[in-house]
Each structure stands twice: as structure tokens, then as C-alpha cells.
């Protein structure tokens, strides 16, 4: 096959450019399978445009179609392409790809990048050995960032104070009487660099995972980047390795300067900072690798029937026992996350002599006496909850303890247990309870779990556990993200359109769902005070446990939110639209 390229910069497609088709090529080969060359309008069956474009090509037809962004921002069409790579969370129609990841494949720079501080080699030799001789450097040359530009000047006030010398080497505001030598991405930048102890590198804008080459050049010229940007740097790169300057506030300027000072009076942990690795977990190395983002975007064109995520050695209790991370808080029960409790939630449901073998059970979390939620539950069960009833699926709308309108109705269970709340804040101590009030009723092979604003597919629901062992422990979803709570660094499902839990995942949570709730809003309390809203996430409380209890992440179905959007390729994926209940 053959990809066109429009909206793209001078020395894209030559590879003058230190970002070039060399990157995207690699990419369509791998996730195609195939070779993909250059090609035309005329000629070509994918189409790739940048957000740089002057007018798009979409209106052609086209087998595949991709919108690429290494900036903060997007075009107002970009609903119309399949796969978007941007700094935008992966979910939908996006695949989180930083500009930094395609500066480094293209500069051949990721096995260097993950090589620094973890071993030596010719190249890392040419580092700085010694602490470099000036103090601050800034390289700017866009003066349009207002934001940026009020950050650089209120930390300049600050360090002056300290008589801590900038050098601007950019256009901006330059006082060395020329722009630095050299382009971003040679060695004579490079060189020029290895003369400061500091490089302030701010990127244009501040956007959730919008990091660009600039604190790679930091990385690779042995100096430390003072970086301001992404709130989730920390997610890509070692915070042992640079300082961060996350905000504005006069009590974050004067912590960055004074981190800046001390550094710069203790020389030896200034080498110590400079000679940590450049990524959080050194094993990893650079994250996403080209072959991750093959993986996630083969799942969205239909390409490959799962995207199978392994056991993570992430270890849960010993991060919760102050053992890694910068916010260990003691000994977090012991080394473990929780204890296994072979009781419920403040009621004890009394297991049936004779549970009732299901294929598949529906967990559904919601409320009845707030007007917004009752009519979700009645739509609900007007419209696919008919199905359900027909296909034999049981399902169950887990709500508080009061059920006014819905006393004779088998599918409205309400909930008397410690937790659970006539409102839609308990939704998580209503999964848990749900889950154990299920498991005394049914044996079921498998639990979908969703809320009460979803429509649900029953037929392709059913289809899509067909493709499983049930004995095995699986926790299967749709759109995937990545959290870094508690300092963690672990992959979710998005609990709008719903999970799945096999019986074999369920037959491992069982002895843990009386307390780990009770638990999760403790540590909520503990860890984020101004974050309450985090103990109202089912989707990410359950995705931990299935972390601590090393079960099975599996993301193959399809469920689409905010807005529901057909897929004729594999439409057996289209489990659940999320919001589509009113």
C-alpha cells in the first residue's frame, strides 16, 4: 500500500528535518504488516495530514485515514479521521504519542536516551563529567507564549535575587549578541548546551501530554532541564532527573529556585541528579515504544482481535509501603494493598443452596429517587433490558435503599449495606456490593459492569465472551488509559462503556471486595484531600485491585462515548455506547 502525506513541513519527506517521514513509515509497515511507500492523492489508500495543513483531502475516499499533532492542538475536523496520534490521552479516536517519541526514533536516539545513567558507553563518555561552568540557560525563540513568557520572568526576578545568571541563547530576549549555533538537533547545539548547569526547557503551552524534543536535548547533553509543560512529565521521565516547575505560584518559583541554589552550592548532588536515568523505570525505558503504539492503533482499526496487556512487576504493596515512590506513607497493612475477608459490605448475603448458571450477568450501578437516574433506569428497561430478558441475561440495577417506584420489579435490587447511598456518589460501593450479592444468586461466567447511562448490545455482548476461557482470571474493556495515582503507573478501563470480569478474575477479587473500598477512600482521603471525586471512580479503583491481584487486562471490545459511532469492519466489537440513555 501506499500513504500521502499532506500538511507536513519542508524536509518532512527529505529527512532534513529532525521530525520525518522516516518515523511514520516504520509505523504504517508495522502496523499493516506490510510495506507502505510514499505515494499521492491518486495513488494512495491511507492518508496522513497534519494539523499543519491549509485545506484537507478527506473528501477523497480512503481505506484508513490519520491526523498526526505534535503541537497542543487540533484541527476542527478532526472527528473525521480514524486514528489521531496527538498529546491527547489514548481513548477514541486518539493514541497518545508525545512529540518527543518521534524526535527520538528519528534521531536514532532511544537506545542512548535509555542508556544514560545505567551504563557507560563511547557516546555517553562525550557527556559532562564535570559540573559545567555557567548557570542558566534559555533558548527560547517563539515569543508567543504569554504564559510562558510570565513564567520566565517571574523566576528570572527570582534567581536574580540569588545572583544566579540566564543566558538567553534563543531569539527571545537574547543577550549573548547571536542566536545559539547551530539547528536543534545537531551537535554543535548539543555542545552548546554542555556549558550550563541548567536548561530551561518550557514548552509553548502546558497540555496534558504535550512534551516536545526539548528535554530530550537536556537529557542528552548531561545537563539538568527545568522543564514546564505537561503535568504528566513525570509519566515519561525519571523526577530524580529534573526539576519540575508545574506552576506559576510564588511557592513554586521559589522552590524551583532554590533547588537551582542549592544545587548549584552542592556541586556532588548536582553530578548525582545528572547521572540518574533519564526514564521512571529503567527497565521500561522510553515510553510509548513504536511497538505499543502499533498495538493501540491496530486494536482501532479492527486490525487485531485484542490488545492483550501483561502482569506488570509494578509491586503494589511495596509502593504503598513507602518503598518506592516520593510519597510512601508507612506501612500500608503491612506489605499488602488489603487483606482478603471472606465477608460483604455490611450485610452478609447468604449464598442460595442452588446459584444459577449464567453465561454472562449484568451489573448495572445507579439511583432511584433522583429524578435524572430514574429515568435512566427506565429507559433502560424499556429498551435493552427487553433484550436481556429474551437472550436469558440476567440483569441487576444495584441502587440505595430506597426503590419507591420499583418494589415488584426483580431487576432493581436495593442495596442495605454500610456505603451505599440513595445518590450516585456510592456507585463504587455499589459495584462491590453488586458483585458480592451476584456471586451468592448466580455462577456466572461472566460480569459486565457499567452505569445506568449506557446502552447495551446484548447480542454482541454475548458474542464477545465467546471469544474467552472464563476460568481464566480476565479483566476486559474498551478505551484504556493510564493513571499515575499513588505514584503508580497502571493501565484502566474506561468504566464508561463498561468492563468485563471473567469468573476466574471474580474468583480472586471475591475475599477482597468486603473492605477494598472502604480502604481506596481511605487512601483517597490520605493522598488527595482536594480530589474527593477520585473514591466515585469505579473504573479506577477496580483496575487497581486487578493490578494488586495481577489479573489479565484485555482490551477488545468496542464501546464508544461521548457519542455513539457505528464500525461495519468488526461491528460484533460494538458492545455499549456510553451516554446513550439520556
Not at 166 to 183: H, V
Not at 199 to 214: A, D, F, P, Q
Not at 519 to 538: F, G, M, S, T, V
Request: net charge negative.
Amino acid at each position: 500500500m501506499k500513504v500521502c502525506f499532506n500538511g507536513f513541513w519542508s524536509g518532512f519527506v527529505e529527512k532534513t528535518d529532525p521530525i520525518h517521514i522516516g518515523f511514520f513509515l516504520d509505523l504504517f509497515n508495522q502496523i499493516f504488516q506490510q510495506e507502505i511507500t510514499l505515494g499521492d492523492e491518486y495513488n494512495s489508500e491511507i492518508l496522513c495530514e497534519s494539523v499543519f495543513q491549509t485545506s484537507s483531502k478527506l473528501t477523497r475516499g480512503w481505506k484508513y485515514t490519520f491526523l498526526f499533532s505534535g503541537e497542543n492542538r487540533l484541527v476542527d475536523h478532526w472527528r473525521d479521521y480514524m486514528v489521531i496520534l496527538s498529546a491527547r490521552p489514548t481513548g477514541g479516536l486518539f493514541v497518545t504519542c508525545p512529540l518527543f517519541v518521534v524526535y527520538a526514533y528519528c534521531r536514532n536516539q532511544v537506545a542512548l536516551l535509555e542508556s544514560l545513567g545505567r551504563e557507560q558507553n563511547q557516546e555517553r563518555d562525550k557527556l559532562s563529567v564535570a559540573v559545567p561552568p555557567q548557570d542558566v540557560l534559555v533558548t527560547i525563540s517563539n515569543p508567543n507564549s504569554p504564559s510562558r513568557n510570565e513564567l520566565l520572568d517571574q523566576l528570572e526576578k527570582s534567581l536574580k535575587k540569588e545572583s544566579i545568571n540566564i543566558t538567553y541563547g534563543g531569539s527571545y530576549k537574547n543577550n549573548t549578541g547571536g542566536r545559539f549555533p547551530g539547528l536543534y538537533d545537531t551537535s554543535e547545539f548539543l555542545d552548546y548546551l554542555r556549558q550550563f548547569k541548567f536548561v530551561l526547557t518550557l514548552e509553548n503551552g502546558s497540555g496534558e501530554h504535550y512534551i516536545t524534543e526539548k528535554i530530550v536535548n537536556a537529557f542528552l547533553a548531561g545537563t539538568i532541564p527545568v522543564y514546564w509543560g505537561s503535568p504528566r512529565v513525570n509519566r515519561y521521565f525519571n523526577s530524580q532527573r529534573f526539576i519540575h516547575f508545574s506552576d506559576g505560584s510564588k511557592e513554586t518559583v521559589q522552590n524551583v529556585t532554590q533547588q537551582i541554589v542549592n544545587l548549584k552550592e552542592h556541586p556532588d548532588q548536582w553530578l548525582t541528579m545528572a547521572a540518574q536515568p533519564v526514564f521512571p523505570d529503567p527497565n521500561r525505558g522510553l515510553f510509548p515504544k513504536m511497538n505499543f503504539l502499533v498495538e493501540e492503533i491496530r486494536h482501532l482499526l479492527k486490525l487485531s482481535p485484542a490488545v492483550i496487556y501483561p502482569v506488570t512487576n509494578v509491586d503494589v504493596g511495596a509502593t504503598f509501603a513507602g518503598e518506592t515512590g516520593s510519597r510512601g506513607r508507612g506501612s500500608f497493612l503491612g506489605d499488602r494493598l488489603i487483606e482478603p475477608v471472606g465477608r460483604v459490605l455490611g450485610t452478609e448475603f447468604v449464598q442460595q443452596s442452588h446459584r444459577t448458571a449464567c453465561r454472562v450477568c449484568v451489573l448495572i450501578f445507579g439511583c432511584a429517587v433522583i429524578p435524572r437516574y430514574q429515568q435512566q433506569i427506565d429507559v433502560l428497561l424499556d429498551s435493552w433490558g427487553v433484550m436481556a430478558d429474551r437472550l436469558g441475561i440476567p440483569f441487576y440495577i444495584f441502587v440505595g435503599q430506597s426503590i419507591p417506584a420499583y418494589q415488584n420489579n426483580p431487576h432493581v435490587v436495593a442495596l442495605a449495606s454500610r456505603g451505599v447511598k440513595d445518590d450516585h456518589q456510592s456507585a463504587a460501593f455499589k459495584q462491590y456490593v453488586g458483585l458480592q450479592w451476584i456471586l451468592a444468586h448466580h455462577e456466572p461466567d461472566f460480569v459486565f459492569i457499567a452505569g445506568s447511562d449506557i446502552y447495551l448490545d446484548c447480542h454482541n455482548l454475548l458474542q464477545v465472551v465467546s471469544q474467552f476461557d472464563p476460568v481464566a482470571p480476565f479483566y476486559i474493556g474498551d478505551d484504556s488509559f493510564f493513571n499515575d495515582i499513588f505514584n503508580l503507573n497502571f493501565r484502566f478501563h474506561d468504566g464508561g462503556p463498561g468492563v468485563i470480569l471473567s469468573k476466574g478474575a471474580l474468583n480472586v477479587m471475591s475475599p477482597y471486595l468486603y473492605q477494598f473500598q472502604e480502604r481506596w477512600n481511605q487512601l483517597i482521603d490520605e493522598w488527595y484531600p482536594a480530589w474527593p471525586h477520585y473514591k466515585d471512580a469505579c473504573d479506577l479503583s477496580v483496575g487497581l485491585l486487578s493490578l494488586y491481584l495481577k489479573i489479565i487486562s484485555v482490551r477488545v471490545f468496542g464501546g464508544f462515548s461521548p457519542r455513539c459511532r457505528s464500525n461495519s469492519e468488526t461491528p460484533w466489537r460494538l458492545v455499549s455506547c456510553h451516554g446513550g440513555m439520556g
